[in-house]
């Protein structure tokens, strides 16, 4: 795997890291300041829980692109790679379609941009 495909994950596992903070343990703060426009300020505390599990699922996607980065097999660490990208884009293409057309960019896109580097350079 490329260095720069290399530090675009370290990238999405880093920005990945920040939305399970902010989700699990800021989503009152933070997730008001991303999320204020898509969703009521009197809905922030009562969804505290649900974003919590939301963060923790963000978590399972950084710790997937964490590990693929110490897998020494080139041809394993890219599959470990492209397998948890896939699942970051999804999630992102689906975030986009029904909660905001920004998470589609912040999300998706990161780790589509990264699939076609992986794609083109192997």
């Known amino acids: 795997m490329t260095i720069i495909a290399q530090i675009l994950i370290i990238l999405i596992a ?12 800021s989503w009152e703060k ?12 009197h809905l922030f505390q009562p969804t505290r829980v649900m974003a919590a599990n939301q963060g923790l699922y963000n978590r399972f996607l950084a710790a997937g692109l964490i590990w693929s980065l110490l897998i020494s097999d080139v041809r394993w660490s890219e599959n470990v790679a492209i397998f948890f990208l896939s699942c970051v884009a999804v999630a992102g293409i689906y975030g986009g379609w029904s909660a905001s057309r920004k998470i589609l960019i912040v999300q998706a896109l990161p780790a589509i941009i990264t699939l076609l580097v992986i794609f083109l350079t192997r």
């Open 14 to 25: 880093l920005e990945h890291l920040y939305i399970l903070y902010m989700e699990m343990f």
């Open 30 to 41: 933070l997730g008001k300041k991303t999320f204020g426009g898509a969703l009521p300020d």
